[in-house]
């Protein structure tokens, strides 16, 4: 397959950045999207030119490393996957194929496709976890029954794994989807009702200060999200805000 | 307080209470035109009743004006930050892809149907604020069916009210039922309200649409 690429290139976080075209003759249809970017930049490095920089660590759709905006759409075109799991079968000969940084004001661009998400970092830390006691007599998790719905539903918002793809596909590039799961995942449980009132209003005012935008609803973070996470975890986060704001 | 003030999830809860309290509205007057339609005596009642009870001129009709003032001016706010948040634009986006164009583009419906506004508080409200306290009219309770056929005569006027319609069934087939989930509600009765919206989306700017169309169509002939 012959592919071209409009890839943008930034030299560091203060520069701007610009797309640059490239042509690859020989991409193979059963190549993952990363392994065409790999083959593209050993181009480059024979030519003694600076590879194309892109976020990638395990490749197998689980870490929420990779994070790229191909085509308009982060992750690619295909539903429910990482760009690691997105294969060049997607494309046809002769496409020309976009790739950007996931765009939100709150992760800037440190180099070409690479984006400082340390902003979901600092949401987890305002409140993203519980307090247990490691005294060395903890009480086992499964000692307390919990409705199997309920723990479905605590696993699913769990599995988002903070790749930034809701924020990168938003309109707003709002933070409310990883939010509201991060919220959800200790929210369904009785061991994260302790600290529930204080997680959503820590979480959700950090959201606001790392400068995400506001939710319109559209649900373009449901449909891009490689894990699935829904929007009920969305509405879940507003109720237990508004609870949290009526408690005072 | 002021943190609830400036959190985004509060901005959205102002922004659905105060859209469902204007579909509250558009049902009561999409029903009292449809009286214009249907029995004029009972219309020249019902606008005279809402032209002259203290309680609707003057509890009523400054919250209807707040409502609206605060819907925009929050949608305006909204959308200044949601733009900022962006920072740099892509280059190419798909947002066709995963989301519907009226949900992407409630800024924008918003905005004819604030335009339209203009218009319609020129056409009414402003005329009937100057009959009743500038010029000092007598009451007259049946003044207003006459008054009402006679506004949409012309063709210009009658068209720009059903493109306006049409916009505005753009912008509650989106915001009426995203109202909810904003104030924390998504559960097994989200689709039949969704189906509801929808419902309602149509039928109501439909009805509005009918009416002009229908009084224009039908001058009164002196």
Known sequence: MKIYLKIWRQKDVDSKGKIVDYTLNNVESDMSFLEMLDVLNEDLVAKGEEPVEFDHDCREGICGTCSLMINGQPHGPDRLITVCQLHMRSFNDGDTIVIEPFRAKAFPVIKDLIVDRTAFDRIQQAGGYISVNTSGNPVDANAIPIKKHVADKAMDAATCIGCGACVAACKNASAMLFTSAKVSQFALLPQGRVEATERVQNM??????????????????????????????????NREYLSAAVEG | MSGLIKSSIARKVVMA????????????????????????????????????????????????????????????????????????GYVKYKGSANAPWVSRNMIYSGLVILAFLGLHFYDFWIHEMAYKYVEANPEDPTRYYAETVEKFAPFWRTILYVVSFVLLSLHLWHGFASSFQSMGVNNKYTPGMKSFTKLFAVIVPLAFAFIAIYHHLNPITH
């Open chain 2, 17 to 88: 209470l105060s859209g469902l309290f204007l579909v509250i509205f558009l049902v009561l007057h999409v029903t009292i035109n449809l009286a214009s339609v249907i029995s004029p005596e009972f219309f020249n009642e019902a606008s005279h009743f809402m032209g002259y009870n203290p309680l609707v001129q003057f509890i009523m009709q400054p919250i209807l004006i707040a409502g609206v003032i605060v819907h925009f001016v929050m949608g305006f706010v909204l959308e200044l930050q949601n733009k900022a948040a962006r920072g740099i």
């Open chain 1, 204 to 237: 959700v005012r950090q959201m606001d200060l790392e400068g995400f935008g506001n939710c319109t609803n559209t649900g373009a973070c449901e449909v891009e999200c490689p894990k699935g996470i829904s929007l009920e975890n969305i509405a879940r986060m």
